[in-house]
């Protein structure tokens, strides 16, 4: 049914969809809405589960035929070469604490390509929006990743210091810190996001889950830089994630390896 679909159709679908789960964030956002903890330890709200909720109904009720893959209710069991895949609130840490640094996530894979990445940070009024071919875009405006190309000029983000120890990357970490020109803990999909608009050099995730990376790989694409696994490998289900320029991406994958 949906084999003549210009991809920027799901593109824009994908905007609007962002754009309403994020209005529904903002209804509970700053308002000391309670927290949960899921089996993994992480924090989960009801604006997260309701966000999602809406995202679900509005793909179902556009595209039926579809798959859908989200953070908080799973994998439908539809045979489907579209699926998308959703993080209704990425930085749901920032998300309790009033901070605006989250992020609703859209990703939209077919034929196991993904292909179409939406990032809308609803407390922050910004839209990062890119599909293959089409560009990427910051509230409209195109976004290209910065022309830095030294090491020693970059600005590195990431999420929280101490994972980078935790999942054995604290070598790889202090030669990152040694290497570059400023880290700052601009977490989550917002670091990445950095990235893309041509804010920061290098955003590294020592862990992630594909609800995470989908979104994010298409808009780091085509806004000229790269997204990755800590492998180097063009994948969001690599469990880590590393964002950079383009420009910088060998140094850095040579820091990472040690082989520098």
């Known amino acids: 049914m949906t084999q003549s679909v210009p991809t920027r159709t799901f593109l824009d679908f994908a905007v609007n969809a962002a754009w309403q789960a994020g209005q529904l964030t903002l209804a509970h956002f700053q308002t000391g809405v309670a927290v949960e903890q899921k089996a993994d330890d992480s924090p989960v709200t009801a604006a997260d589960r309701g966000a999602e909720e809406l995202l679900r109904r509005l793909i179902e009720n556009r595209f039926p035929g579809h798959a859908i893959f989200g953070e908080e209710f ?4 539809k045979d489907s070469t ?10 749901t840490r920032s998300f309790i604490r009033g901070v605006p640094l989250y992020g609703v996530l859209i990703g939209l894979e077919i034929a196991g390509e993904v292909v179409v990445g939406v990032a809308h940070f ?3 009024k910004e839209m990062i929006a890119a599909a293959r071919g089409e560009g990427c875009r910051w509230n409209g405006r195109p976004a290209h990743v910065s022309d830095v190309s030294r ?6 983000a990431y999420t929280d210091g101490r994972d980078f120890a935790a999942y054995g990357r604290a070598e790889a970490w202090e030669r990152l810190q040694a290497a570059t020109h400023t880290q700052r803990g601009w977490g989550d999909c917002y670091g990445h996001c ?4 041509g804010r920061a050099e290098v955003m590294l995730d020592p862990i992630m889950n ?14 000229g830089g790269t997204f ?11 469990s880590n994630a590393l964002s ?6 060998d140094p850095i994958m040579e820091i990472v390896r040690g082989t520098v």
Request: proline share 7%; glycine share 10%; hydrophobic share 45%.
């Open 74 to 77: 799973g994998e439908t069991d």
């Open 82 to 91: 579209y699926r998308w895949i959703l993080d209704p609130i990425d930085g």
């Open 122 to 124: 609803p407390g922050l």
């Open 151 to 156: 090491l020693d000029l970059a600005l590195v």
């Open 194 to 197: 950095l990235v893309a608009t």
């Open 210 to 223: 594909p609800w995470d990376c989908a979104a994010l790989l298409p808009i780091l694409q085509e806004a």
């Open 228 to 238: 990755t696994d800590w492998d180097g490998e063009v994948t969001i289900y690599g």
């Open 244 to 249: 950079t320029n383009g420009a910088l991406f």
